[in-house]
């Protein structure tokens, strides 16, 4: 051996070998996301040229950082209202906009502002909707002019959650309490919290009106909104098309491929992944059951 050469032991192999595998840690999820980012923008545009639209996308999950298995929740927030409000003023009057939507909903005055620049836009606006978009994300679905959606996906109902510490309310079953119970037979907080709730329920039912009353007529609309806000359903009730459909809304049930290719780009992270496995394709059989062997036609 050199007697000038510096001496690496195993210890330092050890400790670059950490340091190899802590760099390759943080950069490998950044390089994956990129290649993902690269993947879904091809997607967009294949679906930009068929529809002739500008396609925006609103895609919420609930993820699970890989490196510490920290829970990220995904909901409708105030900058997803900005970027979507920034994707709307930059597409020209003239353009079509389809809005992809996968949410669970998230907060109102962020889906409210979406919901009315959507609907101020001058062309025609859809809104697609894979699977679900629950709560803000149906109040963001009233705003289109046509809501395309698998013919299993789902909206859910508008009425308003009153948040009590750590849990929600929701405010059409607070006004019920205090009318079944009587004013004097409850405490003054409850009574405030009547209030917030009448009051988050009209402001909720103006708002529908407002975002529909063209498509259906305002009486139409009115009673629309009666039930979609006033706790005729629980607040995670699936609505399907066909329910869609009773109430009056301009719901089609066809959406194009592209939409699936870019929602198997949107991967649930993280060990908590749902356990489903397939295979695509129509399976090949193998052999004929015995019952059959035998039979001419």
Do not use: C
Not at 34 to 48: C, G, H, Y
Not at 191 to 208: F, G, P, T, W
């Amino acid at each position: 051996m050199d007697a000038g050469a510096p001496y690496i032991g195993l210890g330092d192999i050890i400790w670059y070998l950490f340091f190899l595998w802590l760099f390759l840690t943080f950069l490998t999820p950044q390089l994956r996301y990129r290649t993902l980012q690269s993947a879904r923008a091809e997607v967009i545009k294949q679906l930009e040229r068929k529809l002739g639209a500008k396609v925006v996308t609103m895609v919420h999950r609930q993820e699970r950082i890989s490196l510490f298995g920290i829970p990220v929740y995904s909901f409708i927030t105030i900058e997803d209202s900005e970027a979507i409000l920034r994707a709307i003023r930059s597409t020209p009057p003239d353009t079509p906009i389809a809005l992809i939507l996968h949410t669970p909903g998230g907060l109102v005055l962020a889906a409210s502002q979406i919901a009315m620049a959507l609907k101020r836009h001058p062309a025609k606006k859809i809104v697609i909707v894979p699977h679900y978009a629950m709560s803000g994300g149906t109040l963001i679905a009233l705003a289109a002019d046509e809501i395309w959606m698998d013919r299993d996906a789902v909206l859910g109902p508008l009425d308003p959650q009153l948040v009590l510490g750590d849990r929600s309310i929701p405010a059409p079953s607070v006004v019920r309490v205090m009318k079944l119970k009587g004013i004097d037979k409850v405490s003054d907080e409850t009574l405030i919290m009547a209030d917030i709730a009448e009051k988050a329920i009209n402001q909720m039912k103006i708002l529908v009106e407002e975002l529909i009353k063209d498509k259906v007529g305002p009486d139409r609309a009115a009673e629309i909104a009666d039930k979609l806000v006033s706790g005729y359903y629980t607040h995670d009730y699936p609505i399907t098309t066909d329910e869609l459909r009773k109430l009056g809304l301009p719901v089609r049930e066809e959406l194009p491929e592209e939409v699936y290719a870019l929602m198997e780009l949107y991967p649930q992270e993280g060990i908590r992944r749902p356990s489903v496995e397939y295979i695509p394709g129509t399976p090949r059989r193998l052999h004929q059951p015995s019952s059959q062997r035998g039979a001419k036609t």
